[in-house]
């Protein structure tokens, strides 16, 4: 009906326009983006769309050159689980405390910064694993610069670890090795560096591109030089931020404090946070009262590349939401409000990730050009010849890619990887965890199970062929 008035014409003759169109729709329907751009053109309009949450959206001003300056980088560990994630992050912390600012007892506010002896800074998350980091790269925030991938060494290279090298480079994020635990008597880094070769993972000193240090978490051996090789990773990335402007940055976590408030970690990524500064993050706001560093210290100004615990916001916004520091306490406000009421109809809103029903119509619109696929699988066979068949599928039109693939049951890492790349999951012979289950409905997710490869291969094929008759 609002279409229809827009452009002068009769709501019946949007509906009809609709039907030639494949499209059902009713008078108070919500059309999207690309529903009214098809029809709009059968009317001979141009439509330019301010999306319908300008005014919630934040424009960040891009910065010059020369205010540039250059900033530490923020690093993420991952790994398979009891390979050492958690011990290094400790070891790392707890070794660079020096005299003098000793301070507080160090708390998990979700991550901390250290200073390596040279003087150079280094920003880690300290919620180790890719289930974060994906979780977080899946609402859109990208926080961290370079991957330290821990293999311990009296093990092998594991599914997880596999899963976590796989996030680390579908995220184009560079990757460090890291092969733990060479204290311990049957250390063998050799063989990992063999098994992870096998998984085009080639190390320097095997004349691969990929940085390696041995390190044990225990003992700290080669913990200084795994930095120094952080460091030179980071270097390439040429880093940079403007640390004078109002701050920017990312949600780490958050948490209620009974008698503090809201206590909110934020990720500096631009600018510098001030006590004082009106906060917006997400669908929150409020002054900041008072910053702690990780251990408990108050901080009265906090520039890039710095984690910080901040209390004054109204609420606890979501790991990887976006903060930015606003003019008036009135305007965050006011965002803040429409923001809150967005997500609530969101909440009954349609479908936003691809599904194989939906193929058909984007298709039509003429702006779906890759498939994405996660299969997983019961045997590793039977994941090669899907996985082989479905790339065959390839048209000019579209192509598929196989994003990840591996043995086991579908896992919430998998959904979370799904929902950060909007892909579909194949499972053959295998069935999603209840946790994998409920992430994939709140994130509409598809998740399509097989039994029989050539069943598998023929949905697919119509899928993309637009054929596919839909399921609901
Ligand atoms: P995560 O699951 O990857 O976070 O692994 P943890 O850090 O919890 O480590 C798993 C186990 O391995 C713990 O018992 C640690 O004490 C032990 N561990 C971790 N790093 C080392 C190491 O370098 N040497 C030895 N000997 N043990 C280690």
Known sequence: SDLASLMNVTVNEVISTCMSLGMFVSINQRLDAEAITIITDEFGFDVSFTTADEDVEIIEETDVAEDLLDRAPIVTIMGHVDHGKTSLLDYIRDSKVTEGEAGGITQHIGAYDVTTKDGKKIAFLDTPGHEAFTAMR????????????????????????????????????????????????????????????QMNILVEDWGGK??????????????????????????????????????????????????????????????????????????????????????????????????????GLDGAPQAGDRFNVMDTEREAREIANKREQILREQSVRTKKHITLDEIGRRLAVGNFKELNVIIKGD???????????????????????????????????DVLLAS?????????????????????????????????????????????????????
């Open 138 to 197: 899946a609402r859109g925030a990208k926080i961290t610069d370079v991957v330290i991938i821990v293999v311990a060494a009296d093990d092998n290279v594991m599914p997880q670890t596999k899963e976590a090298i796989n996030h680390a480079q579908v995220a184009e994020v560079p990757i460090v090795i890291a092969i733990n635990k060479i204290d311990k008597p049957h250390a063998n880094p050799d063989k990992i560096k063999e098994e992870l070769s």
């Open 210 to 311: 990929y940085q390696c240090q041995e390190v044990s978490a225990k003992t700290g051996q080669g913990v200084e030089e795994l930095l120094e090789k952080v460091l030179l990773e980071a270097e390439l990335l040429e880093l940079k931020a403007n640390p004078e402007k109002n701050a920017v940055g990312t949600v780490i976590e958050a948490s209620l404090d009974k008698g503090r408030g809201y206590l909110t970690t934020l990720m500096i990524q631009g600018g510098t946070l001030k006590i004082g500064d009106v906060l917006l993050a997400g669908p929150h706001y409020g002054k900041v009262k008072a910053m702690f560093d990780y251990r408990g210290n108050k901080l009265k100004e906090v520039g890039p590349s710095t984690p910080v615990q901040m209390l």
């Open 379 to 413: 045997v590793d066979g039977s994941i090669e010849a899907l996985g082989d068949s479905l790339l065959k599928l390839s048209t000019e039109e579209v192509q598929v890619n196989i994003i990840h693939k591996g043995v086991g049951q579908i896992s919430e890492s």
């Open 420 to 472: 950060a790349s909007d892909a579909v999951i194949i499972g053959f012979q295998v069935r999603p965890s209840s946790g994998a289950r409920r992430i994939a409905e709140n994130e509409e997710i598809e998740i399509r199970l097989y039994s029989i490869i050539y069943d598998a291969i023929n949905e697919i094929k119509d899928a993309m062929e637009g054929l596919l008759e839909p399921t609901e």
